[in-house]
C-alpha cells in the first residue's frame, strides 16, 4: 500500500501548486461538485463493470473510483489513514 501513500503525497502537492495542464488540479480548483460528480460516475461504472463479469475492466474502474476518492479526501484534508483509524475503531 506504499504507493497509495504515495498517490496522496502527489495528490497533496498538485492540490498545493495546482500546476496547469493538470486534471487532478483541474479537480482541485473546480472543488466538491466536480470530485463528487467524478466518484458517482466511477461507483456506476464499477458496477457495470461487476455485472459484466470481466476483472481487468473492475479492477480499471475500481481504480478511477479510488482514485477519486483519494482525491476527495485531499480536498477535505483527510486522508487515507484517517479512513484506515475509522475503520480499525469500528472492527475493535
Known amino acids: ?3 497509495l501513500e ?3 503525497s502527489l495528490l497533496q502537492e498538485r492540490r498545493e501548486t495546482l500546476p496547469a495542464g493538470s486534471y487532478t488540479a483541474n479537480l482541485f480548483r473546480d472543488g466538491d461538485d466536480r470530485i463528487l460528480k467524478k466518484i458517482g ?4 461504472e464499477v458496477i457495470i463493470a461487476v455485472k459484466n463479469g ?3 475492466e473492475i479492477l480499471h474502474e475500481a481504480a478511477d473510483l479510488l482514485f477519486h476518492l ?4 485531499v480536498h477535505l484534508d ?3 489513514s484517517d479512513v484506515a483509524s475509522e475503520l480499525e475503531k469500528r472492527h475493535r
Open 6 to 8: 504515495e498517490l496522496e
Open 70 to 73: 483519494q482525491v476527495l479526501l
Open 54 to 56: 470481466k476483472r481487468p
Open 78 to 80: 483527510l486522508s487515507l
Open 1 to 3: 500500500m506504499k504507493f
Open 41 to 44: 460516475e466511477e461507483a456506476g
